[in-house]
């Protein structure tokens, strides 16, 4: 099956800090979408982004299916940006959705 | 709007009762959802693909006697784990696709239920 590489594993930022998060995946995908997993266990829908570039207040996202690859930007980092940073895609000719390892990100004031 | 829920959001049983859980799409309705199971810091493993009215998929090695999946309508799905056992104690999510949306394939998730079984 497919494989999806979240790096990196861990991220600790001093707020106000900019970062990004990168989702490598091994075959063409029908979707990918960034959610954000809050201490509480919620996933929070960030991004779907099959493709292109989208912007949602300091966090954007871009992906680029030919390369097989999507980046996840936080700018101005914020205490509430800490959690599990996850990628989902689904596997071309499938729409049975595949996730990453995660990228675990915490925040200091 | 796609906003899921999930019943109940916490649950601690006996080992050898069964358990179910409740997935509502509230806004939408939702054709096809998917249970997860997450162990702590771990990433989501997929459970089964629930479709209405069809009986639903599940996943290479998960028991289906086990966790029995039932999508009667397109707005609920419930997944009962039968005779539970302490190595079911997990924390189980589920997600819906809103086929109406623009986005005919993004998943919008449940806050999760935690269970525990003694």
């Keep these: ?109 | 709007g796609a906003v899921v829920s999930q019943h109940p959001s916490r649950v601690i049983c006996k080992s050898g009762t069964s358990v179910k859980i409740e997935c509502r799409s509230l806004d939408f309705q939702a054709t096809t959802m998917f249970w997860y199971r997450q162990f702590p810091k771990k990433s989501l493993m997929l459970m089964a693909t629930s479709n209405e009215g069809s009986k639903a998929t599940y996943e290479q090695g998960v028991e289906k006697d086990k966790f029995l999946i039932n999508h009667a309508s397109l707005t609920l799905s419930t997944l009962t784990v039968t005779s539970a056992h302490p190595e079911d104690s997990s924390f189980y999510i589920c997600s819906a696709r809103d086929w109406a949306s623009g986005s005919l394939n993004e998943q919008f998730f449940g806050p999760g239920t935690r269970l525990t079984v003694l």
């Design chain 1, 1 to 109: 099956g497919i494989q999806v590489e979240q790096s990196p594993p861990d991220l600790i930022l001093q707020e106000g800090a900019n970062s990004t998060l990168r989702c490598n995946f091994s075959d063409s995908v029908n979707n990918l979408q960034w959610f954000h997993q809050n201490p509480w266990g919620q996933l929070i829908n960030l991004f779907y982004i099959p493709s292109g570039t989208k912007q949602n207040g300091r966090l954007s996202a871009t992906t680029v299916a030919t390369e097989r690859y999507s980046l996840l930007y936080i700018s101005s980092s914020q205490t509430t940006d800490s959690g599990v940073y996850f990628c989902a895609v689904d596997p071309g000719g499938s729409y049975i959705p595949t996730f990453g390892r995660g990228t675990s990100l915490i925040v200091h004031p």
